[in-house]
């Protein structure tokens, strides 16, 4: 019998996980894929923004504000890659200058700080590669590595007593008379008191079993290109167009490991499971965005990826507020609907929230036992020469390099093989040690991480997924 | 009808055109050989191809899980799922040596199977 | 950090590295290291267990592994000094080593460093395939390795994109253990292998080749469930209408081989955008001193016969560095007109011009090359069929370049 069970392991669902384990509750979450961060929270721009792009008063700038302030602390505690860059939102008219003094003014509201205009001779000394007559300026904001953030607080959250349940995916709820919940999932049946619907694109199915209906979402899709790190060092903080007021415009935004990414673009779509890129939009995307930056060839391209969003949308086709309610008709259930951009960013005050939301009718008492820092694995090319050389004294398996591109030692993907949470997909190893996002893309070092994940969890060769449900590598073997 | 072969006999790899009869199948011209082996190897290829063959076999307490191996001859290439049924259906010990005879005489067709790589025993 | 002097460090144990040692020995140099980061030398050999190596060399047809026995054998016969587990981390522009392995890190200052790491494939991020990303798309080199070494089977019903030889190659190996290729198919008008790659990997199986096609789309959330493939113009692009659905559920891919020099760009050497490798003189030198490229490193071989005969004139190069301190200027560059990508080396020296090689971007029959120097022709020869699949050398004679102005290559038909 769990106290609470949250739907849906993305950064929201864990950071809410995180939370209430803070508490001396029983606390489960049930993820239908077979890792943390498998949809939206991995698919996005890996941007901390600064809140200045949301209405004043609305839980978009609270959180988001809350969030940019607390996130230097938070990776610190967390051991997540982060960097402060900055970040600009660049204009050419008239009409872009009093849109941006007006992004000011409704940061300054919001609570962001240290917002101000740059003239074009200061945005040309800041980043000379970038075209344009002016730019708003966001000193917080903010570049991460969303799977990191997410894998760390669900490993936080394990550490501190949460109950990770992959491959399930909830079928059904019920709810007895006393409000006590019974989830049946593709696997098991849980009961548990209070339930928080934080599955993302499946928000409003989940909150239909609840018994809460009349919630609509539209899914907006976002396709990106990923530049090699050659580029990189040409962008050194996110650089936005001026927005209009659906989304956010065509950006160009260096990550964490060094590459570009430009996009999103922002269609409505109806199939959310479908994340395939078309050639029609990559063209789109780099059209648009090298009269921003002129960095973007097509020889440069490594990869493309897509994320697809919730959108809570009114009638008219305005995107609207994140929805975080309870309600005494179905009690012990918080339910979050339209979770989408700001949600990387909001993720720990939104659950702080939450965890407000749930001790206004629970008498909730502190976990002494709690830990909040979490050490990620230890990055071996990252290291000085002479902290190498200890490692590899200490353990030899840091000498053994089995991901070249990105220098990763067989050490570091032994420790993601028997990561915190049992995740043990090539992509679950590929988001914690950065082995195969290099050149190469896993050419030469997929073969040998596939055999250490075969012998170190036991596996038959027809087990090893690359990333989803039925990703079956191999289809046996061949003698 | 114009078929293109590359000898494969010697180094030289002449590029040979064979010119045949559409109706009587029968060769009308052979040209671009620089020697009579040529002239042997394409009209082989056209009445009964002859192919070596390479794959691996299955080898137990190895360093390695298989081993390397080839057809110590060509054999008539009709021959070919026969002979891949043979060595799927072998399973070797280790240590194997590069050159060792793994199999003889497959399928009577006097070629033998042999190993391609060494494989050491496992530690 | 152990810090330990070299005459000749050799960056990769794979047959261009390994015929570079042997060559070295044999003229008398002893203080060399092989460094390979793989468990065993041999290099990408050890996965190519096809026949068709050593024809010109040895007159014998060998299997991958095979041929690079017959110098690993002799390597440890010698007693030849080879690290293996030993990645090279680092090499700088004054030709220091860093070196990780199990042992722990070592720095080599090395007098000479030949840098012989191979290729790596190029990928389908790289060639921006629209559509899903599901599991079952594989590089050849990457089935090759699982099928070959690994044991693993990669699928049941097979596309291959590219009909370069490796691709070839592949959709016969695939066949052949048990899985059914669907078809091949290739985006220029024209076979990227070789004919006889052609009759004994596809023909021989009645699969298909379709030119002038490529993959569109790829569909498929978990598993690759097809493709979509169309037809293209002369300018490589999709003629709408031409869309085909094929039910796969796995992508080979044979799109290209790049030549593998990040080592290569942290010793700050300059690099040849035509072929990815470095840009050498007739020596082999790069443009660092004492720094030295061969084999597939430098540029994509379709012969391992050529990759040890470049890499052994290559030692000779690097014992006349090591006797006289420094190899003669080679200040004669080699300018090539549009039907020819690039050629290897890319300067020379007017007393010690030496072999070139090269190749064609499309398809010739009866194509005249002339080399030519301020006007003057130096060197000429025709060839009757020329094609890009295979590289082309001709021998330039010696002492006829006689200033050290730019030579012109052209190839007409």
Known sequence: ?479 | MLKEYTCIICPQGCDIEVIIDKKTKNITNIIGNNCSKGEDYVMQELVNPQRTLQSSVLVLSGELPLVSVKTSGSVARDNLPQLMDLINSLSLTAPITIGDILYENMLGLNINLIATKNVNKCK | MKTINKDVIIVGGGPAGLAAALELYKQGIKDILILERETELGGILKQCIHDGFGLTRFKESYTGPEYAEKFIEKVKLLKIPYRTGSMVLSVSDEREVKVASREGLVLYRAKTVIMAMGCREKTRGALAIPGERPAGIYTAGVAQAYINLHNKMIGKNVIVLGSGDIGLIMARRLTLEGANVVAVFEIQPYPSGLNRNIEQCLNDYNIPLYLSHTVTNIHGKSRLKGVTVSKVDNEFQPIKGTEKYYETDTLVLSVGLIPENELSLSASVKLDLRTNGALVDTYFQTSVEGIFSVGNALHVHDLVDFVSLEAEKAALSVKRYLEQGQLPECDIVIKTDENIIYTVPQRLNKHDAGDLSFRVRKPMKNALLKVVQSGRLIYEESFKTIVPAEMKKIKLPRNVLEISEAVEVSLEC
């Open chain 1, 1 to 479: 019998m769990y106290d609470v069970i949250i739907i849906g392991a993305g950064v929201v669902g864990s950071a809410i996980a995180r939370e209430l384990s803070r508490y001396q509750l029983k606390i489960g979450v049930l993820e239908k894929n077979l890792d943390v961060c498998n949809e939206g929270s991995g698919r996005n721009s890996a941007v901390i923004h600064g809140g200045f792009a949301y209405d004043p008063g609305s839980n978009k700038a609270k959180f988001c504000v809350e969030g940019c302030l607390g996130f230097k602390e938070l990776a610190e505690e967390l051991d997540i890659p982060f960097r402060q860059t900055g970040k600009v939102l660049v204009g050419n008219t008239e009409e872009d200058y009093q849109h941006l003094l007006k992004t000011i003014e409704t940061g300054r509201v919001n609570g962001s700080i240290g917002l101000r205009m740059l003239d074009k001779e200061e945005l040309a000394n800041m980043l000379p590669s970038v075209i344009g007559e002016f730019a708003m300026y966001s000193p917080l904001s903010g570049i991460v590595d969303p799977f990191i953030y997410t894998i760390a607080l669900a490993e936080n959250a394990t550490t501190n007593g949460v109950d990770y349940f992959f491959n399930q995916e909830v079928t059904s709820i019920s709810r007895n008379s006393a409000h006590m919940h019974t989830i049946q999932t593709t696997k098991e049946v849980f009961e548990t008191k209070w339930v928080i619907n934080c599955a993302g694109l499946n928000c409003v199915a989940i909150s239909e079993m609840l018994g809460i209906a009349g919630y609509e979402i539209g899914f907006t899709k976002g396709d990106y290109i990923v530049l090699d790190n050659k580029v990189g060092s040409l962008l050194p903080m996110p650089v936005y167009p001026v927005p209009s007021r659906t989304y956010m415009g065509i950006h160009v935004t260096p990550t964490i490991d060094g590459n570009v990414t430009v996009g999103p673009n922002a269609n409505n779509v109806e199939d959310k499971s479908n994340y395939g890129v078309s050639k029609i939009h990559m063209d789109q995307l780099a059209e648009d965005a090298i009269t921003l930056w002129p960095h973007i060839h097509k020889k440069d391209y490594i990869r493309n990826y897509a994320g697809i969003q919730p959108t809570w949308i009114d009638k008219e086709g305005l995107i609207k507020d994140y929805v975080i309610e309870v309600n005494d008709k179905y009690a012990n259930v918080v339910n979050l609907i339209g979770i989408e951009s700001p949600a990387l960013t909001s993720a720990v005050p939104i659950a702080r929230h939450v965890v407000g939301l749930i001790s206004e009718k629970e008498d909730l008492k502190k976990n002494l036992e709690f830990n909040p820092s979490r050490k990620g694995i230890v990055k071996f090319s990252d290291q000085p020469d002479t902290v190498k050389a200890s490692l590899i004294e200490k353990n030899p398996d840091y000498g053994e390099i089995v991901c070249r591109c990105e220098m990763v030692s067989k050490a570091e993907i032994l420790e993601a093989i028997h990561n915190p949470l049992g995740v043990d997909t090539m992509l679950g190893i590929k988001y914690r040690t950065r082995a195969m996002m290099g050149r190469c893309q896993g050419g030469y070092c997929q073969m040998k991480i596939a055999a250490m994940i075969e012998e170190e969890k036991d596996k038959h060769v027809t087990e090893l997924m690359h990333g989803r449900q039925n990703s079956n590598l191999f289809t046996g073997k061949v003698k």
